[in-house]
T-cell receptor, first 111, second 113 residues
Framework: SQTIHQWPATLVQPVGSPLSLECTVE??????LYWYRQAAGRGLQLLFY??????ISSEVPQNLSASRPQDRQFILSSKKLLLSDSGFYLC??????????FGPGTRLTVL | GESVGLHLPTLSVQEGDNSIINCAYS??????FIWYKQESGKGPQFIID?????DKRQGQRVTVLLNKTVKHLSLQIAATQPGDSAVYFC????????????FGGGTRLMVKP
């Protein structure tokens, strides 16, 4: 069965520090991968999606970037975090199914 | 489209009652609709889906109704339980959209014991 992992689960970082969040998928190959952000009490905002290794599409211009170094690995990064980067970051994947399957999320607090 | 930036509306129901969560969509070309449940601190979980050629689909204690005329989607939960307390999101996509989902703003369901 397919599973999706995210780490860390929670993270507290100072403003101006770098960021690296990792997402890995097991039990599938060549998945479409997505990064979403969710502010407290809000809906889901699509940040990036990837249809293959090295292929990244950005939905919203921002302080973040994404990379896909391997087929089942998706990384969200920032060189300098802003206060507004705080939120709940969700990785998701889709294969042959139309619906997305979400990971457990990473809670990021920027102080 | 996405409703980022809006506070979530809240539906409060008594345990044992039926719940109805509504969602309006704007794209008449959408082919496929999905309901997700998100518990506090967790990722959204798939509940039920429906294709645009259907107007009703039932699962275990849940029913999704689709009214394409008025672009309205609803999720009905029978005999609501405390474990149903969560935020519920609807999502839509088109067959040729490459699995790109458009999420609604979400509704928070609170179940009173």
């Amino acid at each position: 069965s397919q599973t999706i992992h995210q780490w860390p689960a929670t993270l507290v970082q100072p403003v101006g520090s770098p960021l690296s969040l990792e997402c890995t998928v097991e039990g599938t190959s060549n998945p479409n991968l997505y990064w979403y952000r969710q502010a407290a009490g809000r809906g889901l905002q699509l940040l990036f999606y990837s249809v293959g290794i090295g292929q990244i599409s950005s939905e919203v211009p921002q302080n973040l970037s994404a990379s896909r170094p391997q087929d089942r690995q998706f990384i969200l990064s920032s060189k300098k975090l802003l206060l507004s980067d705080s939120g709940f970051y969700l990785c998701a994947w889709s294969g042959t199914l139309v619906s997305l399957l979400f990971g457990p999320g990473t809670r990021l607090t920027v102080l | 489209g996405e409703s980022v930036g809006l506070h979530l509306p809240t539906l409060s129901v008594q345990e044992g009652d039926n719940s109805i969560i509504n969602c309006a969509y704007s794209n008449s070309a959408s082919d496929y609709f999905i309901w997700y449940k998100q518990e506090s601190g967790k990722g959204p979980q798939f509940i039920i889906d429906i294709r645009s050629n259907m107007d009703k689909r039932q699962g275990q204690r849940v029913t999704v109704l689709l009214n394409k005329t008025v672009k309205h989607l609803s999720l009905q939960i029978a005999a609501t339980q405390p474990g149903d307390s969560a935020v519920y999101f609807c999502a839509e996509t088109r067959n040729n959209a490459g699995n790109m989902l458009t999420f609604g703003g979400g509704t928070r369901l609170m179940v009173k014991p």
